[in-house]
């Protein structure tokens, strides 16, 4: 059973950084990639970032280099290191997974495992 616990959120100024994490289970990220998407109040979710299995990262081109994707497999745990925050970074940040099997992730792919989500506001 895939499991996806998503925390690190927070209401944080304009130009600060946080770091979210998601802590996996049932789902070995040695092997398998996975992602972060994010969910604005009235807007669609949108992709984020993405992690292969091997480390490498892939990001929206929106973020202009802003956030960083990485992991630690030792721990099984997803990071999402986000700097320079803006006001319209505020949104629900979910990490999700595809399920096993899948190697190459990409932000906008379809996801068929999710996180609660994890709360991040950014006031001006």
């Known amino acids: 059973q895939v499991q996806l616990v998503e925390s690190g959120g927070g209401s944080v100024q304009a130009g600060v950084s946080l770091r979210l994490s998601c802590t996996v289970s049932?789902?070995?990220?040695?092997?398998?990639?996975m992602g972060w998407l994010r969910q604005a109040p009235g807007k669609e979710r949108e992709g984020v970032a993405a992690?292969?299995?091997?480390?490498?990262?892939t990001y929206s081109d929106y973020l202009k280099g802003r956030f960083t994707i990485s992991k630690d497999n030792a721990k099984n745990t997803l990071y999402l290191e986000m700097n320079s925050l803006k006001p319209e970074d505020t949104a629900m940040y979910y990490c999700?997974?595809?399920?096993?099997?899948?190697?190459?992730?990409?932000?906008?792919?379809?996801?068929?495992?999710w996180g609660q989500g994890t709360q991040v506001t950014v006031s001006s």
């Open positions: 999700a997974a595809p399920g096993k099997g899948w190697v190459r992730c990409r932000p906008g792919m379809a996801y068929n495992y």
């Open positions: 049932g789902y070995n990220l040695t092997t398998y990639c």
């Open positions: 992690i292969d299995s091997d480390g490498m990262t």
